[in-house]
């Protein structure tokens, strides 16, 4: 989990919404502000949607108004993810959160990919969206996830591609954001950014 404490996720133009109009998600830790999920909420702010890191939703997640988006971080409890979906009602889930760091999720390709094939890809059958594991844009995260992609062919159920980017000025991140989409052309969801200095925006 990156270490400042609110990132506001902002889903790349090539991906559908989730709700009517917004596009846009809050990313909430146990470190954000609660005054946070209002701002997002409010005028300009118009997200419809949260996310936690975690598989189930935290007590002032739940009454918050935001749809929450569960995320399997890590090993644990995957065996469970299908009925902790179930019942949420889920129509998103996001998968392992930046595997290829030994202080993230640290899951080797081979077995994320099993995951996605035996827990996962069946959740399609209930109408779940899947997203891949979202890696760092560091050069070890890009080639995870190009490894991770490559070894799962169609099996894996992926419909959409989250990414992190953790840089200095906004051309760079647009310019990444492009070449992501490029790797694979499937719909990107920003779940992670952090544009440093803010005078570059």
Same mark, same amino acid.
């Given at each position: 989990?990156?270490?400042?404490?609110?990132? %506001?996720?902002?889903?790349?133009?090539?991906?559908?919404?989730?709700? =009517?109009?917004? @596009?846009?998600?809050?990313?909430?830790?146990?470190?954000?502000?609660? +005054?946070? %999920?209002?701002?997002?909420?409010?005028?300009?702010?118009?997200?419809?949607?949260? #996310?936690?890191?975690?598989?189930?939703?935290? $007590?002032?997640?739940?009454?918050?108004?935001?749809?929450?988006?569960?995320?399997?971080? !890590?090993? =644990?409890?995957? *065996?469970?993810?299908?009925?902790?979906?179930?019942?949420?009602? *889920? @129509?998103?889930?996001?998968?392992?959160?930046?595997?290829?760091?030994?202080?993230?999720?640290? %899951?080797?390709?081979?077995?994320?990919?099993?995951?996605? @094939? !035996?827990?996962?890809?069946?959740? @399609? $059958?209930?109408?779940?969206? %899947? &997203?891949?594991?979202?890696?760092?844009?560091?050069?070890?995260?890009?080639?995870?996830?190009?490894?991770?992609? !490559?070894?799962? &062919? +169609?099996?894996?159920?992926?419909?959409?591609?989250?990414?992190?980017?953790?840089? $200095?000025?906004?051309?760079?991140?647009? $310019? #990444?954001?492009?070449?992501?989409?490029?790797?694979?052309?499937?719909?990107?969801?920003? =779940?992670?950014?952090?544009?440093?200095?803010?005078?570059?925006?």
């Amino acid at each position: 989990m990156p270490s400042f404490p609110t990132i %506001i996720s902002l889903l790349a133009a090539v991906a559908p919404a989730l709700a =009517t109009n917004a @596009k846009r998600g809050l990313a909430y830790s146990d470190k954000t502000p609660l +005054d946070d %999920i209002a701002v997002a909420k409010g005028d300009g702010g118009a997200a419809s949607w949260v #996310y936690t890191w975690q598989t189930l939703p935290a $007590d002032q997640i739940k009454n918050s108004g935001l749809e929450f988006v569960p995320m399997q971080h !890590d090993r =644990t409890g995957v *065996a469970d993810l299908a009925s902790n979906l179930a019942g949420l009602g *889920a @129509k998103v889930v996001l998968g392992f959160n930046e595997p290829e760091r030994a202080d993230q999720s640290n %899951i080797p390709v081979a077995e994320a990919v099993q995951f996605y @094939k !035996d827990t996962f890809a069946p959740l @399609k $059958d209930s109408g779940i969206r %899947i &997203g891949a594991p979202a890696v760092s844009a560091a050069p070890e995260g890009q080639q995870w996830i190009k490894d991770f992609m !490559d070894q799962c &062919g +169609d099996a894996c159920g992926v419909d959409f591609v989250p990414l992190h980017w953790y840089g $200095d000025g906004a051309q760079y991140f647009l $310019d #990444y954001v492009t070449e992501f989409h490029g790797w694979f052309s499937l719909p990107i969801w920003v =779940t992670g950014a952090h544009l440093r200095p803010v005078s570059n925006l």
